[in-house]
Structure formats: C-alpha cells, structure tokens
C-alpha cells in the first residue's frame, strides 16, 4: 500500500521537525564532505566503487553472497577449539582457600599474626585495613584427593568432586582490582571502568552467529541475588554497535516478556509491518548516518524471531525426570541458578554461542564457612551436573565452561576469629578458578600460590592473560580483534595478555 | 679525543647532507659534457666550468665536514680509509677538471686526447666508489646488496631443531644483537667506539664502559642502556629504531647473569634453566605443546553453493578466514523425512572435502545416507546423534581416516558396533549415551583398548 514512497526522501510536515532534518552535526557535516567526497572522488579514480560499496539494490549476487559468507573481519585467524561458552561467574570473590586452593600447614597456625612478609606492603581494603591484628584463619573445611588427576576439593563441593578429571584449575589467577565494582567490570571487560565491551560482545562481533533467530550473547542471572548489585555495563557492547550487547533473559517464569502477540491480535501482518517500518528506517540512516538506527533494526528483528524461538528453547517441560534429578530440585523452580544452568545448556544446543550466567552471593566478610557452605549448596550439584550433561552429549568438545569470581580472599580473618567462625576480605593478588572443556587440559591444575594462599607462587595467571586465552581458544588473535574508538583501536586486552599455552591441550 | 670540542661533531653530521651537492654538480656536469656533443645544444658547454667549479668548492667542504665526522671515532677500519682518500682524490680532480674546462690548464700536446669527457668521465668513477664506501659506513656493507637479485644470499643461521642443541649465544643472544645492535655496531661503523660481532669485539666494550660483566647485570652498560626509559638519550637502540622486546632483555639478561656470558654453553646445561626455558623456546619458536595442526589451503569453494546450502537450512561457517574449510550444522529436525535428509546431503557433498566439522543431530538420517557421509573425508568431527543408525551405518564410516570424535548418543548402534570402532585410525572420542551399550560394555572395551574413548551417559 505504501510502496509508492519508494524514490521519495521522507520529508516531515512539521514545520519544526523540517527544520531539525534541515541541520545536520558538525561530525555528520565533517564525515559527509571530507569522507564522501574524497571517497567518491577515490573511487571514480579506480573505478572501483562495487568493491567496497556496501551491498545495494545493485549488487550482483556473487557480491551479496560473498558479504554473507565471509567473516567481514578475518576470523577466526586460527582453528577454533571452541564454538560456545558457558560461563558461570560467581559473583562477590568466593574463597579459594575454602574450596580447591587446599592450605594443610595452616592448621598449626591458627589465631597467629600473618606475617608482614606475607602481606609485602600491600594496601588492605578500608574494611579490614584498620583491624590491630589479621589472625590467620584456617579453613575449617575438610579437604580431599578426588579423580584420577587427584585434584584437592573441600567438602563444600561434593558433587564437583566427582567430575574434577574435567576441570583444569587455575590457581594462580590475580587481578588488578579489590573491589567488587571495578573488579567484576575488570573480570568482563578488561577495564575496572564501566564503559569496554564484554568478552562475550567482542566474540558476538567478531565471530558472529551461529543461530540466527536466538541472540548470540545471552546473559542469566540467579534469582534473589544478594550482595553487589550487577548491571547491565557488564555485559554491554561499550562502543561496539548495539546488536552486540548480552541479552539478558529475566529470572522467572517468562524469560523475555511480550513476546506473545497482545489480546486480539494474531501478528498476521506484523512482517508486513516490520519491512515498512525498517523501510522508514533506512531512510533515516541514508539521511543520518547513525549506525544506532541500523542496531535498533537488527533489533526488532531479534524480537520478532525471537517470538517463536525463545518459547521453544525457554520450554524445559519436555526434559526428562532424571535431568532435573541430575541438575538438583532447585532446577524445577525457574530463575534458580540450577534451573539456570539447564536452560543454558539448551540454549547452548540451539546455537547460541555465549551464555553469561551469574550467581550472586560469595562475598562472605563475615560467616565465612556458613556462607560458603550455603552457597555451595545452592550451586554445587547445578555446576557438576552441567558438566557431565554437556559431556554425555558429546558438547563438552566444543562447549568452554569457566567458573569463577572477580577475586579472592585473605587467610587472615576479617573481624573476629573462633574455632568455627571467620570472615573473608576481599583479596585480589591470588584466587582460583576454573574451565573445562573446548581446548583446555583435563584434570589438570595449573600455578601455585604459597602457605597462605596470598601469593602466587609459580605460574600467575593475569586476567588480561585469561582474556587472551579465552578468546585463543576460538581462533581468535587477541592482538588482532580490535576495534577503532575515538581515534585508538581497542582490544578485550587492550595493551596487555599472553595466551597462557600451558593450560591447553 | 676528548679535547674535541662538540662544535666539531656538530659541524661534522653535516656531512652526509653536503656531501651530495658535489655528488650532483659533477654529474651535472658529466651530462651537460655529453649534451654539448649535440649541434644544438652546444651552447650547454659553458655552463661546465661553474658546474666543476661549485662542485669542487663543495667537494672541499664535504671532505672537511667528513673529516670532522670521522674525528667522533664511530667509524673505522679500512672502509673509513677507502672513503677518506677517495673523497680527497675526488675533490683534487674536480678541481682539475674545471681548471681543463675552463682552460686554465692546457694540454697541447695531446690534441687528439679529449680532456673534458675523459677527466669526467673518471670523475664520475671517483663520485661512485666514494659514495660506495659512504654509503657502506652509513648503512653497513650489506646494505646495498642484501635484496638485490643476484649475488650470494646471506647465509642464515641454522635454526636448531631441538632443544639439546640449543648454544645459548649462538642461537638465542647473537641473532638478537645481529637483529637489533648490530647494523651500528660492527667493526666499519662501531658508533661508540663499540662492535657487537665477535665473542672478542663484545668483552672489549666500547669507549663509554665495560659492555657486559659476567654475572653481574648492574655492571653490563649492555643491559642498562636496553632498560633504560626509552626517552633518555642514552637509551639503545636509539630513537626510530625497534626496541628490544621484553623477551630479548629477559633472553640477554639471563646469559649474561645465570650463564656468565659463557660463549659456548648450550641451554640444557645453563643453570637455573627453568626461569628461562618457556621464553627462549617461544623465541626460538620450539614449543612442543604447540604445535598446531596444519591446514592445507583449499582451493576456494563458489560462494553461489554455500549460498544455495545455507538457504537449504545448513549453518555455514569458515573455521579459519580464507582456509576455505568449514564448520557445517544442519540444525535438528531440518530434514524431516530420510528422503529430505537424502536430497541435503547430495547438496552438500558438492563441498564434502571442505568440511571439517559437521552436525547432522535429529535430522532422519538412516544408515543408507551415511554412504554419502563416508566420502566427506576431510572430516574431524561428526554428530549423529538422535537419528536412527546402526552398527552397519558405523562399518561405512570408517572410510573418513581423519575422523577425530564421532558422536552417536541416542542412536540406535550397540556393543557389536566396537569392532568397527577400533578400525578407524585418528578416531580418539565417541559419544554412546542412550545406546544399547551400557557402562559394562564400555569398561570391558576399556579393559583392553586404548583408543577410542568411549563416554557413556551419567545418567540412564
């Protein structure tokens, strides 16, 4: 009905708007003539214009296809281990010495003075900084060999006991940041300020999708999360273009809401709808040039598939009774982070390529090992299970699982020391974490810290390093991936990061 | 030396400007010679005697300026002799040939004799072997013939092939100096009085201190210059050049510390080997572990078929840019019917050995259509999973050589299927969740098997 507007430029009829549409910015006024002209001057030069102009009514084919086919940015530059990720990041800097980093010499020291030595000079947080004394508190877990790769774990973890030959622990890993804030945007991002891209962005805009009709990062969080607040910076896009931002699925019932058509509505003609409308868009674009308009198209396309395919993978009611056995009775009650973990794997198989999973609550300053413990409960059995469900499905050779905080914590007590009772401070010169799966060593553990747990000792893992492996492990040069902002090209890694070679297979 | 005043070296790094004024006036004046030989143009002749004259006016000064330059005593050796008396003889013919041209001197006897063409012709013979060893002071001798067609090539240091071989200053700190310091410090240019190439030049030092101490970093102005914050003025190498890296100053650190600059110790035997080991492998480009598996470049595949798969239903992805091998997924329940699955497949055996990777899952496929399957031989990875295949389907399969891991959990393959599996020659993983094989199967196939790993669910 309206496809006579076709050559028309979109004018208002507004006297007020046709004077907005009548200025343009300094930048658009600089981009259009320096750039424009210069490029179509080039251009007629070389008689090249087809090569690099972007597809159009005019491309042939061949063109179209190879825009579609190809990577636009030259990845993967290596073969990939990894297609998809899990990440299951636990939020708040859960104690190391409390579940794998396993410190026996400290039991004849318990209530004594952590040596100056120990510490070296280091700036305490303002919580624990003050205290006259910082007793070193001993883990009052009970530890154990487990697995043929004989890997430590307390008994706060009984079920991820059973699957350590999976997992390569890193023990040495450290950070730049000692508070939760800038070290969980750190942990993300590769900068404690709010503001760069998210690991799972960058791969979302180097690497693409691998389903078109579901997002390519989705984000999950565990329901009646307490502690730090996260937000919606840590998965964002920075300055990478929109559509590349994490998708966050609400904890509960309805993962994504309106996604059914409204009351007396069938959505008939919603596609005859959205090809207008995104008609309108592109008028704006060529007239605007704003690349947030083609984001918020790639958008309502989103949406609308998403329309059918989120029901569809959103829908655990077809899993099997012993799944949810396996996954704990928590997974029955959505927005857990159990039923969190099953959803993931389904989204996991339908294609999409990064799920960002969070579970908040390990920030134990205080009732250490009665917060651990409860915290364990809540995610232990989920964790090991979505290991071995990955495994039985044969995901785990292609699937990255990463588990971690954005820190450690100090083996001295924060606040007061008992037999039975201790708080943590945050600590962010050693902690553990762990991945399994794609590419990386089986049963393995990898760097050492010293008698306490506050240093590192032999093979530190720096969380740019961290970054540059995740990233290595799918194709990916971290050197490579850049992206130009305000005048530098950025990486995940900015300056810094090694491949850490040694925890690969 | 030191009584030179710094006027000297200023006035002297004017050398390398004014010395191509001569170079230019006396071919200016080679060419107006032959020029002048042309009827209408021998009105060019008069202007030779000023061309001679301005060129050796300059000649003079740049054998002067040169002179200074040399005083700084960073250039040596008989390339620095060659230059400084050829410059010399160069700039006393020029002379001459202005006082031919202008016909102060005469040579009456030889009236057959062309004096002009002949003292310039020689003059430009001079010009150019002058300008040779200037150049080869300024730039090193293999400057002018290091890409050049013909000739000798340099010959490259063998690279060792393992790690016993490995001599720490042979093949880990020389290439480094050779890389980095060398092109300045070398016995023709030696700036700072210092040359790098030989084990004798090295322990010598240059003219501002010990270069390197065995043992003792502090005192080796070698490392000291390198760590330097690049912005002071004794940093090395200087302005405009490539820093070393942070592995080369750990890789000279560690010889000079660790191996007392020992120039024959091999890096097996240098103490504390293990700080060192992990960089001087990565730099040698050694590593064991890292090997990657290579990938042979296909030919490209028409980017009108991947078009035509993907609108089929197939996710189409290049596994690495322009290697033209592909990760391919048929998401479930595309193929409905074994006759759809059948249709598909013939569609994409047209790129079978461009596909590395590929996932079938929940796709009706039968064990007929795996007769297809089994001539994609480039295959590592395969999913058949949740379609309804047996162990004669698992028999044609065995074909694909590079198959890596074979996933047929929740097909309808059982223990039967074991002989077959052990047949397959790369064949590490295979996925048998919801099979018939239970975990006694699997354990008794383990008992004497090595290869595949065969994973059974966790739950039933």
């Not at chain 1, 003075?113 to 120990?118: A, G, I, N």
Request: proline share 5%; hydrophobic share 35%; net charge neutral.
């Amino acid at each position: 009905m309206c496809d006579n507007h076709e050559h028309k430029k979109l004018r208002s009829n507004n006297r007020d708007l046709q004077e907005i549409e009548k200025q343009i910015d300094r930048r658009h006024f600089l981009k259009k003539t320096s750039l424009g002209l210069g490029a179509l001057a080039f251009s007629s030069l070389l008689g090249t214009e087809k090569l690099w102009a972007n597809i159009n009514a005019e491309s042939s084919p061949e063109e179209i296809l190879n825009a579609y086919n190809k990577n636009r940015l030259g990845l993967p530059h290596h073969l990939p281990k990894a297609k998809r990720i899990i990440y299951l990041f636990q939020s708040g800097g859960p104690s190391q010495m409390d579940l794998f980093d396993y410190k026996p010499k400290l039991t004849d020291m318990f209530g004594k003075e952590l040596p100056e030595s120990v510490i070296g000079g280091q700036k305490l947080t303002g919580m624990s900084g003050a205290q006259s004394t910082l007793p070193i508190a001993p883990s009052t877990f009970k530890f154990q060999q487990y697995g043929e790769s004989r890997a430590w774990v307390s008994d706060a973890m009984p079920y991820l006991s059973e699957v350590v030959d999976e997992l390569c622990f890193i023990k040495g890993m450290q950070t730049d940041q000692i508070n939760h804030t800038p070290a969980i945007t750190f942990m993300q991002t590769g900068n404690q300020l709010p503001g760069r891209p998210s690991i799972g962005s960058w791969l979302s805009y180097g690497l693409g999708s691998d389903n078109e009709n579901l997002p390519t990062f989705i984000t999950l969080v565990s329901k009646n999360g307490k502690g730090q607040p996260l937000k919606a910076s840590l998965w964002g896009n920075g300055f990478l273009p929109t559509e590349h931002q994490g998708v966050q699925f609400r904890s509960g019932k309805d993962p994504v809401l309106y996604l059914s058509d409204p009351e007396n509505y069938d959505g008939h003609d919603r596609r005859h709808m959205l090809d207008y409308l995104s008609h309108l868009n592109d008028l704006q674009t060529d007239s605007y040039g704003d690349p947030e308009i083609q984001a918020r198209m790639a958008q309502y396309e989103m949406a609308f598939k998403m329309q059918t395919s989120v029901p569809e993978v959103t829908d655990i009611s077809d899993e099997p009774e012993h799944i949810f056995d396996m996954y704990g009775k928590d997974s029955r009650d959505p927005g857990t982070y159990a039923a969190n973990c099953l959803m993931a794997r389904k989204l996991l198989e339908k294609g999409v390529k990064f799920v960002q999973l969070y579970h908040q609550g390990w920030d134990q300053h205080t009732y250490c090992p009665g917060g651990v413990k409860n915290q364990s409960k809540k995610t232990d059995q989920a964790t090991a299970a979505l290991i071995k469900d990955l495994k039985q499905r044969g995901m785990l050779e292609d699937t990255l699982v990463v588990w971690g905080g954005e820190f450690g914590r100090t083996i001295y007590s924060q606040g007061q020391l008992t037999e039975t009772n201790y708080g943590r401070d945050h600590h962010p010169k050693a902690f553990t974490m762990w991945m399994a799966g794609a590419g990386v060593k089986p049963g393995f553990s990898y760097g050492e810290t010293d008698d306490f747990s506050y240093n590192v000792v032999k093979d530190p893992v720096h969380v740019h390093d961290f970054h540059a492996t995740l990233l290595h492990l799918f194709g990916v040069d971290h050197e490579k991936l850049t992206f130009k902002h305000q005048g530098r090209r950025y990486r995940l890694t900015d300056v810094h990061g090694n491949v850490v070679k040694d925890l690969l297979t | 030396m030191n009584e030179v005043p710094d006027i000297v070296f200023f006035l002297g790094r004017f050398h390398p400007l004014v010395v191509h004024l001569p170079i230019g006036l006396i071919l200016f004046a080679f060419l107006l010679e032959i020029l002048s030989k042309w009827q209408n143009l021998k009105e060019l002749k008069v202007a030779i005697p000023y061309a001679l004259l301005f060129g050796a006016i300059t000649a003079a000064t740049a054998c002067v300026l040169g002179y200074m330059l040399s005083l700084s005593g960073e250039y040596d050796g008989p390339m620095l002799d060659g230059h400084f008396w050829f410059g010399i003889a160069t700039t006393l013919l020029t002379l001459m040939a202005w006082l031919i041209s202008a016909d102060k001197i005469k040579f009456i006897k030889l009236k057959t004799f062309k004096a002009n063409i002949a003292s310039l012709t020689l003059l430009v013979v001079l010009v150019s072997v002058t300008g040779h060893y200037g150049g080869n002071l300024t730039h090193g001798s293999d400057y002018l013939t290091k890409y050049a067609p013909f000739g000798e090539k340099p010959k490259e240091t063998i690279k060792p092939k393992t790690v016993e071989e490995v001599v720490v200053f042979d093949h880990i700190v020389y290439p480094i100096l050779e890389d980095k310091c060398i092109s300045c410090h070398n016995p023709s240019k030696k700036k700072g009085g210092l040359s790098l190439d030989t084990e004798e030049n090295i322990l010598k030092g240059g003219r501002e201190g010990i270069t390197i101490t065995p043992g003792d970093l502090s005192k080796s102005d070698l490392i000291h210059r390198v760590t330097l914050n690049p912005h002071n003025k004794d940093f090395m190498p200087p302005e405009g050049k490539n820093p070393l890296t942070e592995e080369e100053i750990q890789l000279l650190s560690f010889w000079i510390e660790n191996n007392k600059a020992d120039f024959k110790i091999k890096l097996v035997d240098s103490e504390k080997k293990d700080e060192i080991l992990k960089t001087a492998l990565a730099y040698l480009e050694l590593g064991t572990e890292n090997v990657t598996e290579k990938i042979p470049k296909l030919k490209p595949v028409d980017s009108l078929l991947i078009g035509t798969l993907k609108s089929k239903g197939f996710a189409i992805r290049e596994l690495v840019y322009n290697a033209n091998i592909f990760d391919v997924v048929l998401p479930s329940k595309t193929a409905k019917s074994p006759e759809e699955a059948k249709a598909l497949l013939q569609e994409l055996a047209k790129i079978k050995d461009h596909i590395y990777w590929l996932s079938l899952e929940n796709n009706a496929i039968t064990d007929q259509e795996l007769t297809t399957i089994a001539t994609f031989t480039n295959l590592r990875q395969l999913h058949l999973n949740k379609n309804a295949i047996s162990n004669a389907g698992i028999e044609k399969l065995k074909a694909i050589s590079t198959l890596n891991s074979l996933n047929l959990y929740g097909t309808k393959v059982d223990q039967n299927c074991f002989a077959s599996l052990l047949e397959f020659k790369n064949l590490e993983k295979v996925y048998l969740w919801q099979t018939a094989i239970t975990s006694e199967h699997v354990k008794e196939f383990t008992a004497i098997n090595k290869k595949p790993l065969l994973i059974s669910g966790v739950v039933k």
